[in-house]
């Protein structure tokens, strides 16, 4: 009997490749670009199973064109590049890689809050610019506390907790808001109180965005929400392009409305508004939160697991469309 066949969308490690294999015949896109939606199609007619990045659209488009597909697993925790409903229709399993990234994920937004409050990408242009003349300036490339600040936290799951943990090191003071209450176990671990959206914003020196995309939080921060922000804070985007309101945004750093920006991910990245290419008070990474060898590993394996499980017929471990469990 001839093998299930699986189609790898984008290019991954070579021993995920290998291990499956073993056990599908396995179609890759060494060319690492995403394929435009017909070239996607065409690759995807007659495999039972795809393994996607955040990059590679799965729409009804593409599902109509595929009509032996049974499993989609996503790369990615988010899944904002899928129509899950879509699939549920059609009884296409679909999973995510939830987990493995958290703490690496946690580790980027810290890098990012710190970049930004000391101004650590602005003093490295300093240096290689040749501005750095004098050795010791009283008043130059003044940034923020870090210790001690209150550090408010919109959307407090898995991510949004790891960020948490490592701020009672600096004796921070956590607020949150998210749909749910988390125990009252773990709000006491993390110094962290629950509050409403707008005291989050109104209170806190540092505000960090964790929340997954859905219509319901796109532009969740625009221009209303900064103005409600101290002048001295600084917005910090691990969560999605299009929760914040990129052309808000810069407007309000232009004109110095909040202190500071740290953004990892964008609308309609790759592409960036070029409003932020000016802008000395933004640190800006192309999309890295999970982006360690040892994590995006970690994640290539997990997808390749949930496609092994739904594609012989067990549970796959992160099935989301629970409805075809
Ligand atoms: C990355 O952005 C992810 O959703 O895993």
Redesign the pocket.
Known sequence: MSKPRVLIARRVFPEVVEALSARFEVATNEVDTPWAPEEFARRLAGCQGVLTT?MDRVDEALLAKAPDLKAVANI???LNNIDVAACTKRGIRVTNTPGV?NETTADLAWALLMAAARRIAEGDAYVRRGDWKIGFEMEANLGTDVHGATLGIIGMGRIGQAIAKRATGFDMEILYHNRSRIPEADEKRLNATRVERDDLLARSDFVLLMVPYSPAVHHLIGAVEIAKMKRTAILVNTARGGVVDDAALIEALKAGRIAGAAIDVFEGEPKLNAGYLGLRNAVLTP?V??ATRATRLAMCETAAANLTAALEGRAPPNLVNKELA
Do not use: C, Q, R, T
């Open positions: 955040i990615a925790v988010g990234l999309h939160g999970s």
